[in-house]
Structures are given as structure tokens and as C-alpha cells.
């Protein structure tokens, strides 16, 4: 069982930046890739970042790529996501996900996961 408490959201202009962390609980946190995925009102789960359980490998969505920014360190069991050059539609609640078996066919999809955490709300203002 891994669980997932996102923080770092908030209110930001066009421009700025923010840094989300995902920190997960358990012993088995260098098990798993981890994702950040987001949603917009109205609109599905779409794919943010990825990143591999030894965090050597990345994957961005062409949306963020260039701008965002994923990391993690195992020590402390925690993921981040660096958003630079936010816009006014990268507002979305934003949700970091585990999953124990990624593959470069399920890293996009959100149905792969095994784990969520509840979310935290990103607002670009323009």
C-alpha cells in the first residue's frame, strides 16, 4: 500500500512558477515510476510527467515539455514537479500517481496506476 499527499498548489500569473511535491508513505516508494497527471474542469485526466523508479528516466507530455521539470528522491520518498513558464491553461487540480510496472505504453495512461494521491489545485491567472 503506498499513499500520496500532494502539496505546493496555489494561485500564480502567467509566468511564474511553482513546485509541486507528491510525498508518499511506505517502504516500497523506489519500487514504483511515479506520474503526475492533471484535470481540468470538465475535461479528462490527461498525462503531465513520469519519471523511473531510479529516476534516470523522464517522459513529458509536449504540452509541458521545455517548462516542467520532474524529479524525486528516494531518500526522503518524495517526487517533484518544477513548473516554470506556467499559462493560463495548465490550471487543473494536479494528482501524482505510482505505478509498479511502467512500460513506454502505460506511463500515459491513468488507468495503469496503482496509486493516487487526492490532488492539489494549480490556477494560472492570466
Known amino acids: 500500500q503506498v499513499q500520496l499527499v500532494e502539496s505546493g498548489g496555489g494561485l500564480v500569473q502567467a509566468g511564474g512558477s511553482l513546485r509541486l511535491s507528491c510525498a508518499a508513505s511506505?517502504?516500497?516508494?523506489?519500487?514504483?515510476?511515479m506520474g503526475w497527471f492533471r484535470q481540468a474542469p470538465g475535461k479528462e485526466r490527461e498525462f503531465v510527467s513520469n519519471?523511473?523508479?531510479?529516476?534516470?528516466?523522464?517522459y513529458y507530455a509536449d504540452s509541458v515539455k521545455g517548462r516542467f521539470t520532474i524529479g524525486r528522491d528516494n531518500a526522503k520518498n518524495t517526487v517533484y514537479l518544477q513548473m516554470n513558464s506556467l499559462k493560463p491553461e495548465d490550471t487543473a487540480v494536479y494528482y501524482c500517481?505510482?505505478?509498479?510496472?511502467?512500460?513506454?505504453?502505460?506511463?500515459?495512461?491513468?488507468?495503469?496506476?496503482?496509486?493516487w494521491g487526492q490532488g492539489t489545485q494549480v490556477t494560472v491567472s492570466s
Open positions: 519519471i523511473s523508479k531510479s529516476g534516470g528516466s523522464t
Open positions: 511506505g517502504r516500497t516508494f523506489a519500487s514504483y515510476g
Open positions: 500517481a505510482a505505478i509498479r510496472f511502467p512500460t513506454i505504453a502505460t506511463i500515459p495512461n491513468p488507468g495503469e496506476y496503482d496509486y
